[in-house]
């Protein structure tokens, strides 16, 4: 009798013990599903990037990128290891990404997906972990370019009826909000505030605070393309054949750095890259930004430019592939992205 006494006193001991680890490992996994967001200002990429597709991202030593030789796929890529590793179907654009997560924008695919199901129904706006893990998809649609600022993505969303529109919505999806219903492309970053050339009556430039959404004008021009860096304000002066013009913030003098025609541009640092837009004799140029130094980097048309501390991508217009790239500083050397190439299984 004392024997069995026992045992039915220990049958409950055991079940509450149970009981008490699967709420610790419940609390634990919660813990991990709960969004963690920034605690300090932040952009998901730089402007010229977002500018170009958004097709690149570096952040804490590790590429982010939309590898063509795989349908556009999201992949990762250590410089260090040499590891390059996919983590998500494609097609991706508009890379951004923070110390704990990869935002990203998923593009109605061409092909089919698994057993012939058609995966356009899975385009829109997603959060991933860095690893790969937990994608979760914030906003369901058709998405333009797209820029993480702090804790909120700003998009652009377009439909039929009216073109695009500036949304916003927080990285745990929640809060979604139509910002301005014109089409801005949000991707112009600069000591916490959003610039962007006006689509509706003029190009000036106007400024934006992400928290308020209360917005000014800048600069009054006829301006594409912005950006601020070093107290300079760059942009394609649409008046002057669109070439490259840079403005000083303080002085409020403007200089133009280019007098060839551009088609795009990209700036890191001290260093330009520009397509120049000439039906006869196109090419790839890089220069510094005082407008010195001007190097031919290929002939031929290109776009997509991207530039990470130690290479900058391209590809061929109306080409996927190959894969361009070349130093961003030093010599000039366009090789292929084999790396890329060779992670395609």
């Known amino acids: 009798m004392k024997n069995s006494t026992k045992k039915r006193g220990f049958i409950p001991v055991i079940i509450i013990t149970l009981l008490l680890v699967a709420g610790i490992l419940l609390t634990i996994m919660e813990f991990f599903k709960k969004v963690q ?8 990429n730089t402007t010229g990037n977002l500018n170009n597709s ?5 952040s804490n ?5 939309s590898n063509a030789y795989d349908n556009h796929a999201l992949y990762s890529y250590n410089p260090n290891s040499g590891n390059c590793k996919k983590l998500c179907e494609g097609p991706v654009n508009s890379i951004n990404a923070d110390s704990h997560y990869i935002y990203y924008v998923r593009e109605a695919s061409k092909s089919e997906g698994t057993f012939g199901f058609s995966t356009a129904t899975f385009k829109g706006l997603y959060r991933m972990e860095l690893n790969g893990k937990n994608k979760t998809r914030l906003f369901s649609g058709n998405v333009g370019n797209a820029q993480l600022i702090n804790n909120r993505i700003f998009f652009q969303n377009y439909s039929n009826d009216y073109g695009f529109h500036l949304y916003a919505i927080d990285i745990d999806g929640k ?3 139509e910002v301005l219903p014109e089409a801005v492309n949000p991707t112009g970053y600069f000591n916490n505030f959003l610039y962007f050339s006006n689509y509706d009556g003029n190009h000036n430039i106007s400024e934006m605070d992400p928290n308020s959404f209360k917005q000014k004008t800048f600069y009054e021009g006829n301006c594409y393309c912005p950006t601020i860096q070093d107290n300079y304000l760059y942009f394609i ?7 490259l ?21 990209n700036l890191y640092n001290d260093i330009i890259f520009y397509q120049v837009s ?3 004799r196109p090419c790839l140029k890089r220069m510094k930004t005082d407008g010195s130094n001007i190097e031919l980097i290929q002939n031929g048309v290109f776009h997509d430019i ?4 130690n290479y900058t991508y391209f590809t061929a217009y109306n080409s996927q592939v190959p894969i361009y790239r070349t130093p961003t500083t030093g010599v000039v050397d366009v090789t292929i992205f084999t790396e890329a190439l060779n992670a395609v299984e």
């Open 61 to 65: 030593g590790v590429l982010y990128f």
């Open 237 to 243: 002066d649409v008046e002057n054949n669109y070439s």
């Open 37 to 44: 967001f920034n605690t300090l200002p932040i952009s998901g």
């Open 175 to 177: 809060n979604e909000t």
């Open 278 to 280: 000439d039906s006869e």
């Open 54 to 58: 958004g097709l690149f991202c570096e």
């Open 306 to 309: 991207n530039i990470t501390e």
């Open 245 to 265: 013009a840079k403005v000083n913030l303080t002085t409020k003098e403007k200089t133009l750095l280019t007098t060839e025609r551009l088609d795009t541009y």
